[in-house]
């Protein structure tokens, strides 16, 4: 096990962290691999067992800081994806970025107009900075969850795919209840390279049912 000395002005929580990353075989693993970061194992593993990501497929990233998973996208063959964070991302061959709030009224139709038609995949890792205060980080990622679940009924093809992060046992039931019937399948999946202390959870939505009103 890596121990690092605590160093002055650095918190106890950061030699924590750090101590983690370097104690952390995806880290390693990610850095072998020449991904920018471990959660592309994540969206790798999700997707050898569920096989969303295809050739030619046209993709929305949201939450997609530093990259790792529009890497794994265009591996699979994917021809677009359009990406968005608040942190700056290093664009990458067929991939679109924008450095935005997704929360920003604008930034849907901005993503929507960049990818130029309808999505087959909408995939949300998107997380905020944890406030401690439990109840307050439980409106906020339910927030980003249903907005991401809004914006993906509005671009997705018949029979496209919608899987977001979400913590604490998935999706509040409302929510749930309204996937349930938008999509054919739904599944929530820890993944192996998800941390074991972290109660983050994907949920995965397959079989998109175009809506009525859809062209
Ligand atoms: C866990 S990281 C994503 C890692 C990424 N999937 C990868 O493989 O590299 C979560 C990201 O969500 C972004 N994020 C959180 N809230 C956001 C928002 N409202 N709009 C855009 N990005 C947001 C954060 O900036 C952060 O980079």
Redesign the pocket.
């Known amino acids: 096990m890596k121990k690092i000395k605590t160093a002055k002005g650095r918190k106890a929580s950061s030699t924590r962290w750090i101590e983690r990353q370097l104690n952390d075989p995806y880290v390693t693993r990610a850095q072998k691999d020449g ?3 471990r ?2 194992y ?2 790798l593993e999700m997707d050898e067992k569920y096989k969303f990501l295809k050739a030619g497929m046209s993709v929305v ?12 996208a265009l591996q699979k063959g994917c021809k677009h994806v359009v990406a ?4 700056p991302v290093d664009e990458l061959v067929g991939m679109t970025f924008m450095q ?4 920003d009224e604008d ?1 849907p139709q901005k993503l929507k107009d960049a990818l130029g038609g309808k999505a087959d995949v909408v995939m949300s ?4 900075n944890t406030t401690g205060h439990k109840y307050t980080d439980h409106l906020k990622i339910m927030a ?1 969850v249903e907005a991401g679940y809004d914006f993906a009924c509005e671009i997705l093809k018949q029979d496209g795919a919608f899987l977001a ?1 979400t913590f604490q046992g998935g999706a509040e039931s409302d929510l749930l209840a309204r996937i349930k019937i938008d999509f054919k399948t739904v599944r929530h999946i820890k993944p192996p390279a998800s941390r074991a202390d972290s109660s983050e959870k994907y949920l995965l939505a397959t079989g998109f049912r175009k809506q009525q009103n859809d062209s």
């Open positions: 991904y920018r970061s959660a592309a994540k969206l990233d949201l939450g997609a800081a530093p990259g790792g998973w529009c890497q794994v968005i964070d608040l942190l935005q709030d997704f929360m930034a890792d998107m997380a905020h980003l992060k």
